[in-house]
C-alpha cells in the first residue's frame, strides 16, 4: 500500500479556507486517493475520494495533479466544528479494502 | 437505519478476563471490519467480513482475539485473557461495494462510534 506522508497539525481561524497536502510519491495505478475526518472519541467519517483532476461535494474539494504523487484536500470557511483529525489514505477500492490510516492532520481551527 | 452502532461504548475490565464486543452495520451493507485505535495514532485494520466469511485477518489480531458475523449481519469481536496492551478504542465500520462510474469500484467506509476498552 501508498505510504501517506501529511502534516502532524495545522492552525486557521474561522471563515478561512483550509489546504492540506498530502504526499504518495509510490502511489500505484489502481489507487484512489480517500480523506476521512475524525472527532475525539468518534469514528472516522468519509469526506470525499478521487483519482485525478478534481472532485468537489457538498463539504470539500480534493485536488490531484497529473502525477498524481500528491494530494490537497481544501475546506472551505473553516468553522470551529471543523476542527478534527484528517487522515489522508491511498489504496484500491476494490477488494477487501482494508483501510490504512496514518497519523493524520490535526486541524485546529480558532475563532 | 441510524448507522453503524457498538455495544457496549465503554469497557473498563481485569487482566485476564474475557470481552466481547458486538457491532451492528447498516442494514444493507455486505462487508464488516473491526479496527483498533490507540490515542494519537490512527485506526489499525484488525480483520474483515464479507457477508458471514472472515476474509482477512491483520496479523495484530493474535491468537486471543476472535471475530464472528455468524449470518451476516452483527459481528462480534471477543478478546480473551485481556492485557493492558489491549486497551484502546475497537472500532467497528461496514460499507456497501459498488462500482464507481467510469470504472473502478467504490469502497466507502462508515464508522460506528467505538468500544473504548481499559484493561486494568
Known amino acids: 500500500l501508498a505510504k501517506t506522508t501529511q502534516p502532524i497539525s495545522m492552525d486557521s481561524y474561522e471563515g478561512q479556507e483550509v489546504n492540506i497536502t498530502c504526499s504518495h510519491n509510490?502511489?500505484?495505478?489502481?489507487?484512489?486517493i480517500t480523506w476521512y475526518q475524525q472527532f475525539p472519541s468518534q469514528g472516522p467519517r468519509f469526506i470525499i475520494q478521487?483519482?485525478?483532476t478534481k472532485v468537489t461535494n457538498e463539504v470539500a474539494s480534493l485536488f490531484i495533479p497529473a502525477d498524481r504523487k500528491s494530494s490537497t484536500l481544501s475546506l472551505p470557511r473553516v468553522s470551529l466544528s471543523d476542527t478534527a483529525v484528517y487522515y489522508c489514505?491511498?489504496?484500491?477500492?476494490?477488494?477487501?479494502?482494508?483501510?490504512?490510516f496514518g497519523t493524520g492532520t490535526q486541524l485546529k481551527v480558532e475563532l | 437505519d441510524t448507522g453503524v452502532s457498538q455495544d457496549p461504548r465503554h469497557k473498563i475490565t481485569k487482566r485476564g478476563q474475557n470481552v466481547t464486543f458486538r457491532c451492528d452495520p447498516i442494514?444493507?451493507?455486505?462487508?464488516l471490519y473491526w479496527y483498533r485505535q490507540t490515542l494519537g495514532q490512527g485506526p489499525e485494520f484488525l480483520t474483515y467480513f464479507q457477508n458471514e466469511a472472515q476474509l482477512e485477518k491483520s496479523r495484530l489480531l493474535s491468537d486471543r482475539f476472535s471475530a464472528e458475523r455468524p449470518k451476516g449481519s452483527f459481528s462480534t469481536l471477543e478478546i480473551q485473557r485481556t492485557e493492558q496492551g489491549d486497551s484502546a478504542m475497537y472500532l467497528c465500520?461496514?460499507?456497501?461495494?459498488?462500482?464507481?462510474?467510469?470504472?473502478?469500484?467504490?469502497?466507502?467506509?462508515?464508522f460506528g462510534p467505538g468500544t473504548r476498552l481499559t484493561v486494568l
Open positions: 489514505l491511498v489504496g484500491e477500492t476494490g477488494g477487501g479494502n482494508k483501510l490504512t
Open positions: 478521487g483519482y485525478k
Open positions: 442494514s444493507e451493507h455486505n462487508r
Open positions: 509510490n502511489i500505484a495505478t489502481n489507487d484512489y
Open positions: 465500520a461496514s460499507s456497501l461495494s459498488g462500482w464507481l462510474a467510469g470504472g473502478g469500484s467504490y469502497n466507502e467506509q462508515f
